[in-house]
């Protein structure tokens, strides 16, 4: 099987593999007990963070675990509110564009609560304009969430430039950059944000554990849920075999960050001017900034639902869009400004590489792609006849 459906999970490492068995093997103790079992897992565990914590050029005590990406996006924006509701702002700044853990709670937000939600919309390139944001902006804003990367599209938002405007505005920034961290450099926008989001299963380390960044100058308030564990911020013992694998994935992973990121441009490129050259009907959505280990595809006739399960059976994994999406029956909001209708957007597959992708995997991918739409063309040619002739 070719694999190219890394922006919904990655198989586990081996080095996290053997991480993850040893550790459950033994130190199996619970973090928060305090025999001398429990004290060797909460080692295990502060060692874990201490590795998180030096990745992103922070300080361990800013570091929080979670079981992934949607609890960490949830319970990042859930302390951030709590915060800010102290100090009477009731006004949340996001964008139409974010992960579906994000976009629903605020949706969710706006109509069960009294905290007003305004989603920015994006221009062509499927990036928001500063202008908008600094419109958006009332006195009682209490927050900005804005995604890093796009799981759908690859679309990278101007997260520097946005931390840099709200810095001296007193108004928190959170970035859910879970599709980006481990693909792209994030070290550098630590400073500039109040939080942000990270997930294990997107980098090599098991699903279920996930992290969040809080800056050291918020003042937070414990959860609701009277709880002893990760600094009183989230209930729920810890899963400490999944956070060492995940901290052994990560320092694995961002250890060849910057030559991953090359290989991941050359696949990328690769992957376009094939597609291209070989007159394979598909789109791939380019544009200016984006993160390439995603290229969002738009099939010229074929509904996308078709095209992937045809790779498939070809045995090559690809998707119609984020994983957290499947089932929905809206268009996701990212892939618009890159359609021109409904139907379009139907036709819309994602393909989402690794460090492990090779040249000929594309190859293989290009060549399995002429042979399902040469069958797909005439087998519509062929009904064609029937019915006209």
Known sequence: MIY??????????????????EVARDYFGNASSLHDAGGKAKDILERSRSMIAKLLYTEA????????????????????????????????????????????????????????????PVDQNGQIHLSDLEKAIQTN???????????????????????????DRDIPFHSDMVQSFGKIKVADLIPLVDSMTISSHK?????????????????????P????????????????????????????????????????????????????????????????NQCPSIIGCVSDFVQGDYVMLEYNRHGIA?????????????????????????EEGKR??????????????IQDIIETSDTIFKRIMEERQGYDKKVNG
């Open 348 to 361: 819309f597959v994602r393909f989402s590489f690794s460090h492990h992708t090779t040249e000929k995997d």
């Open 61 to 120: 005590r800013q570091i929080v675990f979670t079981s992934g990406g949607t609890e960490s996006n949830l319970l990042a924006v859930d302390t951030l509110l709590r915060a800010s509701r102290l100090k009477g702002r009731k006004h949340v700044i996001t964008t139409e564009v974010e992960h579906n853990s994000l976009y629903y709670f605020m949706k969710d937000l706006a109509h069960q609560s009294n905290i007003e939600v305004t989603f920015l």
């Open 203 to 223: 980098i090599f380390g098991p699903k279920g554990v996930g992290a969040i960044y809080f800056s050291k100058k918020l003042s937070l308030t414990s959860h």
């Open 225 to 288: 849920v009277s709880t002893n564990h990760e600094h009183g911020l989230r209930p729920g013992t810890v899963n400490v075999p999944g956070i060492a694998a995940f901290a052994a994935a990560a320092s694995e992973t961002l250890a060849d960050l910057a030559v991953n990121q090359v290989h991941l441009q050359n696949i990328r490129n690769l992957f376009i001017r094939k597609v291209k050259s070989a007159g394979i009907p598909l789109q791939p959505i380019i544009t200016e």
């Open 141 to 167: 804003t209490c927050l900005v969430s804005i995604q890093h990367v796009n799981g759908e599209t690859g679309v990278i938002q101007p997260i520097k430039d946005i931390g840099e405007f709200l810095q």
């Open 318 to 342: 690809i998707s119609t869009g984020s994983a957290c999406s499947i089932g929905a029956t809206e268009l996701p909001k990212s892939i618009q400004p890159f359609i021109t209708n409904l």
């Open 4 to 21: 190219s459906d890394y922006a919904a999970t990655s198989p586990m490492s081996e080095i996290a593999l053997d991480v993850y068995q």
